[in-house]
Nanobody
């Protein structure tokens, strides 16, 4: 069974940094597009960043460009999201996900097309 476990969330002050991790099992991570999504209270789930397996290219939402970086270690079946210069508006539950039908990510990623999800990890940024 394919599973993903996300971790690394927490409480941080405005301007601080966090590094999220998502460890997969039962999957060859290097074969698939992976992405991070987030959902704040009362808002729709939105794509934050995605990574392609085919060429290693990445994309991200305009709101986080220059601050967030997605990376992957396929051998360790782990996806990372390095978050710098965090802002209160970044507060949300963050989810990692894999799309088993794609090697390249399409921007924006559509949650419906992603097959496997981590349980989510809470990120809270205080003013």
């Amino acid at each position: 069974q394919v599973q993903f476990v996300a971790s690394g969330g927490g409480l941080v002050q405005r301007g601080g940094s966090l590094r999220l991790s998502c460890v997969g099992s039962g999957v060859t991570l290097g074969d698939y597009a992976v992405a991070w999504f987030r959902q704040a209270p009362g808002k729709e789930r939105e794509g934050v960043s995605c990574s392609s397996a085919s060429d290693g290219s990445t994309d991200s939402a305009d709101s986080v460009k220059g601050r967030f970086t997605i990376s992957r270690d396929n051998a360790k079946r782990t996806v990372y999201l390095q978050m710098n210069n965090l802002k209160p508006e970044d507060t949300a539950i963050y989810y990692c996900a894999a799309n088993m039908m794609r090697r390249r990510c399409v921007w924006p990623p559509t949650a419906y097309e992603y097959d496997y999800w981590g349980q989510g990890t809470q990120v809270t940024v205080s003013s």
